[in-house]
């Protein structure tokens, strides 16, 4: 026993940071078995909702699914991304992609077909099986040597349909399929084509399937190298205003705007723009992993008050149910009056009219069941429950917390993401105060004899003029006094209250800088300082 604990000690010592996921991972799966679990299998959630979380759910990585139409480019993002084909992958006009593939990473390449995914208890598929074979004809595993990969995982699924073709069958329930991965992926991105903002009734149908998740939800507008500019500014009202009507939120979705594929653009006005939209996509995919333990217990914390709501609504019918006589005219009865149920069951237990489950979807699943054979309310079941939300997550996330600060940065790396981590193509690279970075002359000379003009019509006495003189100058910039302090403040590099005329040529630039859309740096770079003022800075260092 000694030695087992001593390898384990060990263990610990060489996984370091390792470790410290595993422990909110192990919490986290304890207090679903402890608390939830009981819960959901006493008033049968898992038949009316979602199946039991296993040991992978906790365990895996964080995925992405991707949903659009076809031809929206949904495959070519994943190529992308990883700047690497992968097995089953298939790009055309037409839809190409038919089937759900799991993009994951492998020692060897290589794909696993759905049937044998579904038993692979290291995979967080399993429960996939209730869909049928038709779904598991229809879905794989590609899995292959990426950096990328490493970080998180990719769902790619189906073209969604429009028109005639969205009346064919696939012959699984498509939305369910999606809803269960909604629940458990950390990003749904939805990819729109700038040509084709249509959204198709079973699009519609699609995206109301991950209602509860909204915060997980990003929308790319995707080939929008194709439109000019003032196309652009169309077609990005036309695409919020048909979102608009889909989903239900107050909130205004991000929309990241580009062309995500690695083909020269076909309409470079927009070029900055698009780089900038690409870069803040990167930077949300690549915090993933880092939240990952976030995300995880924001949704079994989701998944507890569900559980808790389903419980109330079970039990409450099976109290209503009489012993003997009458029971299928009152089962009708209760099915017809669930509204007026949910506003009961809000008001006796303070619960929030969000909390509680799609009407006409309850209505329809409670049909094939006999009330009588309910469970009565337990209430240690329910107190297991709001023990856990008032006082275990609490102590849970501030473990998160320690060891989010204890822990080095995690961000996917690899693939597109290093492809603008260094050297001149990262965004910004040469541009505002980084411009100049790497030459020789000093990046404000070439300005210089215009700002002495407006230098010397300011009265300068011994080479120097005072604040007041320079700042009846800086004000016509109209930039505010907080803004034209801290150029001060970076202008001034000496600190005597004064300016001479490089540090008056200084804050000029910088505010050329700052009025041509870039941000002040918070402390002035080295290519900034002003060749008679270098030496000096040097020796203060």
């Not at 040991?55 to 076809?70: R, S, T």
């Not at 038709?134 to 950096?147: E, G």
């Not at 302090?485 to 000496?494: E, N, P, R, T, V």
Request: hydrophobic share 40%.
């Amino acid at each position: 026993m000694f030695s087992w604990m001593g390898r384990q000690a060990g263990g610990r010592e060489r996984a370091g940071g390792m470790d410290a996921v595993q422990t909110v991972t192990g919490g986290l799966r304890s207090l679903y078995l402890r608390k939830v679990l009981p819960l959901e299998e006493a008033y049968r959630f898992h038949e009316f909702h979602s199946p039991a979380l296993e040991d992978a759910d906790f365990e895996n990585k964080p995925m992405i699914l991707l949903v659009g139409q076809y031809s929206t480019g949904k495959t070519t993002f994943i190529r992308y991304l990883l700047e690497q084909d992968f097995p089953g992958m298939r790009i055309g006009p037409e839809p190409t992609t038919d089937s759900f593939i799991a993009v994951m990473y492998g020692e060897t390449e290589g794909s696993t077909p759905g049937n044998a995914l579904v038993v692979d208890p290291k995979k967080p598929f399993r429960k996939l099986s209730r869909f049928g074979n038709a779904f598991l004809n229809r879905f794989m595993c590609s899995q292959l040597p990426n950096q990328v990969l490493k970080s998180i995982s990719i769902i790619d699924s189906p073209g969604i349909l429009s028109g005639e073709k969205q009346r064919i069958s696939r012959g699984y329930d498509f939305c369910q399929v999606l809803q269960w991965f909604a629940e458990r992926v950390d990003r749904i991105i939805l990819l729109f084509d700038a040509h084709k903002l249509d959204i198709s009734d079973e699009f519609s149908e699609a995206i109301k399937a991950f209602r509860g998740q909204d915060d997980k939800i990003r929308v790319v507008l995707n080939k929008a190298d194709q439109v000019d500019t003032q196309q652009l500014m169309r077609v990005y009202g036309a695409l919020m205003w048909s979102l608009g009507k889909v989903i239900n939120t107050p909130e205004v979705l991000r929309v990241y705007i580009g062309s995500f594929w690695a083909q020269p653009l076909q309409n470079t006005d927009n070029r900055r723009l698009f780089e900038a939209e690409a870069q803040d996509l990167f930077r949300d995919i690549q915090s993933l992993p880092q939240k990952a333990a976030v995300r995880k217990l924001n949704d079994l914390i989701k998944r507890a008050r569900l559980a808790k709501v389903h419980a109330y609504i079970i039990s409450h019918l099976k109290k209503e149910m009489p012993s003997v006589f009458g029971k299928e005219n009152k089962k009708r009865e209760l099915i017809s009056r669930l509204p007026e149920i949910y506003i009961q069951l809000q008001r006796e237990y303070q619960i929030s009219a969000g909390d509680f489950p799609e009407v006409k979807a309850m209505q329809e699943q409670l049909e094939i069941y006999d009330f009588t054979k309910f469970h009565s309310l337990k209430p240690k079941l329910i107190e297991a429950v709001d023990n856990m939300l008032s006082s275990k997550i609490s102590s849970l996330m501030s473990l998160i917390s320690q060891e989010e600060m204890s822990m080095p940065t995690q961000l996917v790396q690899g693939g597109a993401f290093d492809g603008t981590a260094e050297g001149p193509f990262n965004q910004g690279y040469g541009e505002g105060a980084k411009e100049g970075a790497d030459e020789e002359e000093w990046v404000v000379a070439k300005d210089k004899p215009i700002y002495d003009e407006l230098f010397y019509t300011l009265s300068p006495i011994n080479g120097k003029i005072s604040g007041v003189n320079a700042k009846k100058e800086m004000v016509t910039s109209k930039l505010p006094n907080s803004v034209l302090g801290k150029i001060w403040k970076l202008a001034d590099c000496d600190c005597d209250g004064m300016l001479d005329e490089e540090e008056f040529a200084l804050a000029k630039h910088l505010i050329k800088i700052k009025l041509d859309g870039y941000e002040l740096p918070n402390s002035l770079p080295p290519h900034l300082v002003p060749p008679s003022h270098r030496k000096s800075l040097l020796k203060a260092d």
